[in-house]
C-alpha cells in the first residue's frame, strides 16, 4: 500500500507542536466512488463543524481507487478542470494527522492547500481546532481527475 502522502504546496513548519488537551467530537468521514459521507448523513451532505471546539475527523477510503481531499474554498478551474481552492481551511491552524504508522505535526503559514492522499482502505485521522474566524462556508473535494466533476465535493460549514 502506498504511503500516506502530505503535500503542502509552500512553507510549512514542522516541530513538536501539540493540540490542546480535552475532550474532542469525532467524526468520521467516509470516501468512495464519487462521495464524502459524515456518519449518519446523506453522501455529499453537508458537515458542520463548529469553531473552538477540538475535533478528531477520520477519513476511510472506502472505495477502490485513490481519492484525495482538500479543505477549502474558491474552486480553481483551469481549461475547464478544476483542482483546487483559493483558501486552505487550515491556514495558521495546528493541525495533526495520523495514519499508515506515521504522525506529523504541522502549522500552515502560507496560503496554500493541504492535500491528502488516501489508498483504498486507507485510514487517516486530522486533529485540529478551529478558531472562530473560520466561521462560514467551505468545502471538501476531491481532486483526483474527473472525481470532483463527478460530484465528489461537499459543503463543510464551520459555525
Known sequence: MKFLRLALLLTFLVGGLSLSQGFERKLTINMGEMFFQAAGQAKNAPINIEPGVPYRL????????????????????????????TE?????????????????????????????????????????????????????????????EAGMHAPLVIQ
Open 58 to 85: 477520520t477519513f476511510k477510503n472506502v472505495g477502490t481507487v485513490v481519492h484525495r481531499v482538500k479543505f477549502g474554498r474558491g474552486l480553481i478551474v483551469e481549461e475547464g478542470v478544476p483542482f483546487a481552492y
Open 88 to 148: 486552505n481551511l487550515f491556514k495558521d491552524v495546528l493541525v495533526k494527522v495520523r495514519g499508515a504508522g506515521e504522525e506529523t505535526t504541522f502549522r500552515v503559514v502560507a496560503d496554500q492547500l493541504i492535500e491528502l492522499d488516501l489508498d483504498a482502505g486507507q485510514e487517516i485521522e486530522v486533529l485540529f481546532t478551529l478558531p472562530a474566524d473560520k466561521s462560514g462556508e467551505w468545502e471538501l473535494g476531491c481532486f483526483v481527475v474527473g472525481h470532483y
